[in-house]
């Protein structure tokens, strides 16, 4: 998923969901879906490049929009996220749950 859905390619989105996690807890998180192939200092240098690229490219940068809400996931189960996300959808939209 890009890292720009927000900014760039929904801007008139309802909701927007900007999802953060510490960088340790995001390094662990890629090492394991790299199933240990690659070491964890690698992995902590390929997502610092990343998110420095990504911040600063001139096309579509990586950027929190001011009428997103923000998940810090650091400490989240998959499952609690998407139950905070249904939680913003009834506060913002007001679904029936």
Known sequence: MGRDIASE????????????????????????????????LTVQ????????????????????TADSWEIDNTDLTPEEVVEKIYQIMLKTVGING
């Open 45 to 64: 240098q390929e997502l610092l490049a990343r998110d420095e690229r990504d911040k600063n490219r001139p096309i579509s940068p990586l950027k929190k």
């Open 9 to 40: 390619v929904l801007p008139q989105a309802e909701i927007k969901i900007f999802l953060i996690a510490s960088l340790d807890t995001r390094i662990k998180r890629r090492y394991h879906e790299q199933q240990g192939k690659i070491d964890l």
